[in-house]
């Protein structure tokens, strides 16, 4: 296991509401950026007010930090934690072949879905003052297929996929420090850097899929994110540019 970056802090808590609400309770009294993992959450949650099923065994961790720039670009880092999830991935498994990044902000494995992100922030009117990284990975169990929303992608994990069986705080070793690597890209050369090795891991680049809203279905080729985080379609009517969506293959 690689060493604990430096400037990070750390703290495993037993049980917990959200660590996403653990995070914003906490954030003021931070001196630095902070990871926070729960063995157990009780009200845990997922994009757009979803609740987010995590049996046991499985990784709840957020990482708070406090970024400079835009919030805007702040949220770019969704990306710089999906590359740190492959990271992590292939370190405890020995193995990259099955892993894939799915925009805007999930880790596949074998096709089905392993991980997922979520975004947060705390400021007060326009600013930000602290942007807090929930992830959740299926480490060693999935959620019942009950609880799971209709076209919702299957969901896998990672030792029934590969076999490979690591604890949460194993697997958040790993994760920390592969992003304290790829945030130091993206703070050293910005975003580019951090854009070009996310689509160099991306499913389904280069073919047609669907991206949906609330409102709207656009369907079309995946050609690229561009430099502000957003999806880039080919469609009947031309190049879209979609900056938040649902993606379906």
Not at 163 to 179: D, R
Request: glycine content about 10%; hydrophobic content about 45%.
């Amino acid at each position: 296991m690689r060493q604990w970056p430096d400037g990070y802090g750390r703290r495993i808590l037993v049980e917990v509401d959200s660590t996403l609400n653990e995070a914003a309770r906490i954030a003021p009294t931070l001196s630095g950026p902070e990871w926070i993992l729960a063995r157990h959450q009780t009200a845990a949650r997922a994009r757009r007010g979803r609740t987010w099923v995590n049996p046991e065994g499985n990784l709840s961790c957020t990482l708070v930090l406090r970024p400079e720039g835009t919030p805007a670009q702040a949220a770019l880092r969704s990306f710089v934690a999906s590359l740190a999830l492959f990271d992590a991935c292939v370190a405890v498994t020995g193995r990259s072949t099955g892993f894939a990044l799915k925009w805007p902000n999930d880790v596949m494995l074998n096709g089905g879905k392993l991980a997922g992100i979520l975004l947060e922030s705390a400021g007060i009117g326009g600013g930000m003052s602290h942007l807090f990284i929930g992830i959740g990975v299926n480490l060693s169990d999935v959620p019942p297929v009950e609880r799971l929303e209709e076209r919702a992608m299957r969901p896998v994990s990672l030792l029934s996929e590969t076999g490979a069986s690591v604890t949460p705080e194993e697997f958040l070793g790993e994760l920390a420090a592969a992003y304290a690597q790829y945030e130091q890209q993206l703070v050293t050369y910005g975003f580019e850097v951090i854009r070009k090795a996310w689509l160099s891991k991306a499913a389904k680049l280069g073919e047609v899929i669907t991206a949906r809203t609330a409102t709207l279905e656009t369907t079309g080729t995946f050609e690229t994110v561009d430099g502000d985080g957003n999806l880039v379609l080919n469609t009947a009517k031309g190049r879209v540019k979609i900056s938040a969506a649902d993606v379906h293959f």
